[in-house]
């Protein structure tokens, strides 16, 4: 992949003397959704599919972007004294929107800087392409930069705060979280309202992760994602009113049931019911994982989804079709809808001697019904987001 992306990089920028070299990963969340802005827990991992970049200090003050994924938007220019959202820019506004968050945490670029990118996560899959990419942007630019005091987790938080506010997506701290911090072979059981966490090694002896792609695309910022994350709020500050919380990562169920009269709309009451009992869920997934009780943790899994059609109503009828068809397959040790939803892929625990089964299976039934194919991948869980040598 380096030699490509290289000689890309001279083709469009003379040469490509003195760039770095760089990946950031996708990430699968295996249970905990619509959790993360919810102060709850999440267990996502990174994968070793991922964002491969090369990049290059400027002397001057210019900013130029190019994807080998998106062709059609040839090289997207813009400009330190410009740092502003514009739809021409396109994907480009995920990079832009991290130099305009450096800026605003007082990191300043001084010198404009070349950017060629090069991904395998699947547009719109929902494995976090664009957390990936602000991601991998704040490495580059620490490493270009020579900034020494800034974590990755503090890389996370302004891939965060420049989605939030450059890209309007109101998005958790999971998905730059598990891509700044990921570890090869353990996910991260992470607490977000304190930011506190752990890794977990996931150990599928005779399992894998598969992840099903809808095909069916989606976009957080156009969706009820937005919507979602609202009605959470107004939900918490009706329990506000006769409990002493910070969010609903704080409740338990017993203590929801009791009181969640007084959020006094239908709607909101089951977007809230989920947000409490996936972050029960999620806790005990975990434990389950640690206890080597993989049969608990993908039941546990399958009702993560089922609240996620029905009380969070994120999922689609493309996701429920997968999702259903792989519940019926013998070896099948969970499945549920990822990432924010409406579109994208589902996560599945799968048996090694059912794997082809599945992919075949699944693959026919799919198309039969949905009339496009879906696209399958046996994932490994790798690690976060770095400088490659």
């Not at 090369?54 to 003050?61: H, L, N």
């Not at 997506?169 to 911090?181: H, K, L, P």
């Not at 409740?251 to 709607?267: A, C, G, Q, R, Y």
Request: a negative charge; proline letters at 2%; one cysteine or more.
């Amino acid at each position: 992949m380096k030699e490509k992306l290289f000689a890309k990089f001279a083709e469009l920028f003379g040469d490509a003397d003195e760039a770095g070299f760089y990946f950031s990963p996708g990430r699968v969340n295996l249970i905990g959704e619509h959790t993360d802005y919810n102060g709850g827990h999440v267990f996502p991992c990174a994968l070793t599919i991922g964002t491969y970049g090369a990049a290059r200090k400027r002397a001057d003050r210019t900013i130029r972007f190019y994807s080998m994924n998106l062709e059609k938007f040839g090289v997207v220019e813009a400009s330190l004294d410009c740092l502003e959202n514009k739809k021409e820019y396109g994907w480009a506004n995920y990079p832009l929107g991290v130099v305009w968050a450096f800026a605003k945490k007082n990191h300043l670029i001084d010198t404009g800087f070349d950017m060629v990118i090069w991904g395998n996560i699947p547009n719109g899959s929902g494995l976090s392409s664009s957390a990936s990419l602000e991601v991998l942007t704040g490495v580059i630019l620490t490493d270009l930069y020579g900034i020494t005091d800034l974590s990755m987790i503090d890389l996370a938080l302004i891939g965060q705060y420049s989605e939030n506010n450059f890209n309007g997506c109101n998005c958790g701290i999971m998905d730059q979280f598990a891509v700044a911090m990921g570890k090869k072979d353990n996910a991260i059981f992470l607490d977000t309202s304190s930011l506190s966490y752990e890794y977990a090694p996931v150990v599928l002896k005779d399992a894998k992760i598969v992840i099903t792609n809808s095909k069916v695309k989606h976009s957080l910022v156009d969706s009820a994602y937005n919507d979602r994350r609202q009605e959470c709020t107004d939900a918490l500050h009706a329990l506000q009113s006769v409990l002493d919380i910070e969010s609903l990562g704080e409740l338990d169920m017993e203590t929801f049931e009791k009181n969640k009269s007084v959020i006094n709309d239908p709607v909101r009451i089951r977007r809230a019911k989920h947000a409490v009992a996936e972050n029960q869920r999620t806790i005990d997934a975990v434990a389950a994982l640690k206890a080597s009780n993989i049969t608990k943790f993908g039941e546990l899994m399958n009702q993560s989804h089922i609240s996620l059609r029905d009380d969070y109503e994120v999922s689609c009828e493309e996701i429920d079709i997968l999702v259903d068809l792989a519940w019926k397959i013998p070896g099948v040790i969970g499945s549920r809808i990822t990432g924010g939803g409406f579109g994208g892929c589902t996560v599945s625990i799968v048996k090694n001697d059912a794997v082809d089964t599945f992919i075949e299976t699944i693959g026919k039934a799919y198309k039969e019904k949905v009339g496009h194919e879906a696209e399958f991948y046996t994932v490994d869980i790798g690690d976060g987001a770095r400088r490659m040598e």
